[in-house]
């Protein structure tokens, strides 16, 4: 039976490295998958799913306001694929992921997405939101904290190595860098600043 899944880390947590290795298992049992992630600049289809550990593989995109269920149904209809993998999949809308819960009801393929919990303000991402309520299954994809403790928040920093504690949810090309840390170093980093 096709499931709507979730896979949910926080930043640099190799959920990339995941997702590539499971299309990656797919391909070695002749199974066809489609890659989608979000399209971060003007170029629509020019994707690219890499992870930090040096793999990468093209994928298609979504951008916010496109029907994702007319997009997969239409990619059905040139080949077979076996199963979705969307990374990124906190930039999706919720209509979005309504979308992708009736591509697994109705055309029955399965929908991996991948994607962070908390931006850097420790809010639910809306995309993430939306797959909270709607998975049929959800997996933590799991990374520490430099305690040692699990992670499950980010910060996001500036070049000297400070916390950023106000400013849109997603900031794209500035010089700023995340690191995740468990709830509690979160809070001292965070409490550090304001
Ligand atoms: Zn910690």
């Given at each position: 039976m096709a499931k709507l899944y979730f896979n949910y880390s926080t930043m640099n947590a190799g959920k990339s490295a995941v997702l590539l290795q499971a299309s990656h298992n797919y391909r070695e049992n002749h199974m066809d998958t489609y890659l989608l992630t979000a399209?971060?600049?003007?170029?629509?289809?020019?994707?690219r799913i890499a992870s930090r550990i040096g793999i990468s593989e093209a994928a298609d995109t979504f951008a916010p306001g496109e029907d994702l269920f007319a997009k997969i149904k239409a990619r059905l209809a040139e080949s077979d694929v076996a199963s979705i993998f969307v990374d990124?999949?906190?930039?999706?809308t919720s209509d979005q992921v309504w979308q992708l819960a009736r591509v697994v009801d109705d055309l029955r393929v399965p929908v991996l997405c991948y994607g962070l919990r908390v931006d850097f303000q420790g809010q639910l991402f809306p995309g993430s939101a939306a797959l909270l309520a709607l998975a049929d299954e959800m997996r933590e994809v799991r990374t520490i904290c430099h305690c040692g403790k699990k992670a499950t928040m980010v910060i996001r920093q500036d070049a000297t190595g400070r916390a950023i504690?106000?400013?849109?949810?997603v900031q794209i090309g500035g010089n700023e860098s995340y690191v995740s840390l468990c709830r509690r170093h979160w809070r001292a980093a965070v409490a550090a600043e304001n």
């Open positions: 399209q971060i600049d003007s170029r629509a289809g020019e994707g990124e999949a906190q930039f999706l504690t106000k400013g849109d949810q």
